[in-house]
């Protein structure tokens, strides 16, 4: 298409917008797809196009496009009290948010600081670890431990603590205090099983912390799911078992629900009652508002902050915030949110229908090209290579996974693409028919382009 007929949209994108992740070869020379509105578990582009969410946006759109209650409550408290500053005034929403939120969270993970997103709520976490050990006179048990493959966000230190950080081009290396523990993923283990792929994992970060001394531990930082780095569930009593040796070294355990909290996997936090762990402090963002504005917190335990505050706050305060923590109307779309949960019985829904889920994604398994499903709650991914048993995926295996997707998105589905995998984790008002529909699509496009792939 010749520039002359760009919309308008993709006219001022291609000049004017820098996305993430860009692509700075085609900088200036090429946009995303616009869309133009949502309704459901559907998105449309500005030509018309409708499209499946597969990927509910980016793991959040939970409960789908187009709901009023939501919109209601937004543009009400816009109306009503649109700003306050939470570092002299507090809000309706905030409290009663956060109030709520204590009541969905293990154990007693009672206190809720709200940020922007899932970055600042990692950041938050991190930076109060770090003020956790320096106030109680620890001041090297600083290291946080991650894993490869997985993914804290895009802050200079959140971003370290993903596991692609070492690899990322023109980006410096990662800060020093962060340890990698190799991907929980049973393709990488050469072969063991289950049980024994455990232990190995286990021994690592025994032997990660000898090495280093507990004293300089701080954190192990650990989403339940790996979620962006591929949809990575780890051996079954993997969390339980790594809380352990936590608790053994007195490092803490933060748990990264940005993508499993609110629903994904069934519950308002997966940590406790899907994966087995109560982690000292959990982060979420993403589903807290089904995407509708920017919204993340931390929850941290009140056995936690009681070592810091009160008598033993020794005069300090904990010099972490943002212009936005606490927003009145990210916390009114929060609780509305909720409400919308209760309304439609959502978590009950996921529950029942994740099974529906995992079978039809399981049935894609024996297509040629498909080396691998990996299903938990509604999170989903279809693994590809160009070569069967290849377990590293090369730039042939993520240009077919590409192909994959771009098919799909021409027939009606988009499929987050994330290296060789296609991602699918959709809005949680799903159906089975839905379902069937995306499974459909995804079969044509896998069959469709592997053939040619497979063949050459
Ligand atoms: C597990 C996890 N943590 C943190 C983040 C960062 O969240 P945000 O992009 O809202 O800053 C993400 C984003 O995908 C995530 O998946």
Redesign the pocket.
Known sequence: MAPTQLTKTAQQARQHLMVPAQDMKTLGQRALPALSHGEGIHVFTENGHRLIDGPAG??CTQVGYGCSEIAEAIADQATTLSYNSPWYTTNTQAAALAEQIATMTPGDLNRIFFTT??????DTALRFVEYFNNALGRPSKKGIVVRRDG????TAL?FSCSGRSQTAPHFDPPAQRIHYLSSPNIRLSGGQTEAQFLETLVEEFETLIEANGPETIGAFLA?PIL??GGVIIPPKGYHARFKEICEKHEILYIS????TAFGRCGEWFASEKVFGVVPDII?F??GVTSGYV?L?GVAISDKLLARVSGENAGGAYFGNGYTYSGHPVSCAAGLANIKVFEKLDLLNHVRKISGYFNQALQGLRDLPGVVDVRVSGLVGCVECMTVDQRIIAKAEDRAMATEIDTLCFEMGLIVRPLANLCVISPPLTITEDQIDEICDILRTAIIRVTAEHLAA
């Open positions: 980016m793991w997103g899932g970055s600042t709520a990692v993914y804290h966000g895009s959140t989403e979620a962006s990264d629900e940005v993508v982060t963002a993403k920017p993340g």
